[in-house]
């Protein structure tokens, strides 16, 4: 399954929601503030740093969004949990 993320990324601070585009239909991807700090440059970021940076924060996690788009049901809401974010 393909999946192309929108440039259009809302936060409110504790979660950033970015919709994708794929085979199905699009989804709305959700990604908790506990995931970003999985990437060792965000570990300890503030909320409005975290929505200033989140374009880079999307594409940083866009691989494990995309792996688990793979799983997803047509059309449901994915979260993207800490469990699922390996920082390389």
Do not use: W
């Amino acid at each position: 399954m393909s999946a192309e993320f929108s440039g259009d990324i809302g936060g409110d601070g504790e979660v950033l929601y970015v919709q994708a585009a794929t085979d199905g239909g699009p989804v709305t991807c959700k990604v908790p503030r506990d995931t970003v700090h999985v990437i060792g440059l965000y570990a300890d970021a503030l909320g409005r740093e975290i929505y200033r940076d989140r374009h880079q924060i999307i594409e940083k996690l866009a691989p494990f969004l995309r792996a688990k788009l793979l799983l997803a049901e047509t059309g449901r809401p994915i979260e993207l949990l800490p469990s699922e974010v390996r920082e390389n």
